[in-house]
C-alpha cells in the first residue's frame, strides 16, 4: 500500500506523523506523494479539509483516514493512542470503503467560470453588509433572499455550520444537499422560507445576485475567497464522491451523538 500523509503542524501531530512513517516502512507501507492509494489525515477535521482539497484530483483512486489529536471528529475514525492498531490493520487486512456525497459548484463571473468540489460547506456572504440574491430552484425563481448569508452543506458538512442554524442532519447516505439561511431578514416587505431546503440529487439551486459589481465573500471549506463580477452560483450534488477506508466500523449516528450529546 501506498500512502501520503498532512498533520496538523502541532507539536502532538508532528510528533505523530514521525511516529506514523516509522512504524509503517517497519510494516512494509510505501510514502508516496504524489500517487497514494491511502490519505492519512493527523489533527482534527480541518487537516481532514486540508488533505481532500490536496488530494481531490485523485478522487477515483485514493481514500482518506482520519486520526484525530484532539476529540472525535467527524471525519476521525482513530485516537491518538490507536497508531498501532491502525497500521497492523493497514498492513495485514482490506478496509471497507465508505463513500460519501459531495457538493459541486459553479461560479459564473465577468471573466468565466470555475467550478469547485466541497466536502463540508459553500457560504455566500456580501463583502458590505446585507446579502441580496435570488434563489431559483430547477431554474424556477424560488425567493429574494435578504440576510448576512446563505450556507449550502453537504450531508456531512449538515453537523456543521448548517447545525448551528437550525438546519437538519443529514445522513450521508443520502444524496443531497441542505441550503440554510444566516439571519434572513423577515417583515411584510421582505419574505424567505426562513427553514432550512433540501434538495435531492439532480435537483440544483441557483443564487443570482442583483448587482455583479458587489464584492462577494465566498467560503468553499476552509478557504474564503473575495470575488466581484460574480453574475450566478449553482449547486449540485456533484457526480464524484469521497471514500473513506473503514477498519473497524463506527456509524454516523455514533458520530452525531458522542459530538453533541455525549454518553446516554
Partial sequence: MKYALLDRGDRLSRELSEQFQTQAKARGLIYDEEAPDTVVSIGGDGTMLQA????????????????????????????????VELLDLMASSEPRNI??????????TT???ETHLVLNEFTLKSGDGTLVSAIHINDEPFEMFRGDGIVISTPTGSTGYNKSLGGAVIHPSLEALQIA???????????TLGSSVI????????????DPGEELIIGV??????????????????EKKVTFARYRPFTFWNRVREAFIGSV
Avoid at 52 to 64: G, M
Avoid at 99 to 108: E, M, S
Avoid at 181 to 191: G, H, L
Fill in 99 to 108: 463513500h460519501y456525497p459531495l457538493l459541486h459548484v459553479d461560479i459564473v
Fill in 199 to 210: 434538495l435531492p440529487k439532480h435537483h440544483h439551486c441557483d443564487i443570482v445576485p442583483p
Fill in 52 to 83: 481532500f482539497h490536496r488530494y481531490k484530483e485523485l478522487l477515483d483512486r485514493v481514500a482518506f483516514i482520519g486520526i484525530h489529536t484532539g476529540h472525535l471528529g467527524f471525519y476521525a475514525d482513530w485516537q491518538k493512542n490507536e497508531l
Fill in 181 to 191: 439561511e444566516i439571519a434572513s431578514i423577515n417583515n411584510r416587505v421582505y419574505r
Fill in 111 to 113: 471573466e468565466g467560470k
Fill in 221 to 238: 471549506d476552509h478557504m474564503l475567497m473575495a470575488l466581484t463580477g460574480v453574475r450566478s452560483i449553482t449547486c449540485r450534488v456533484a
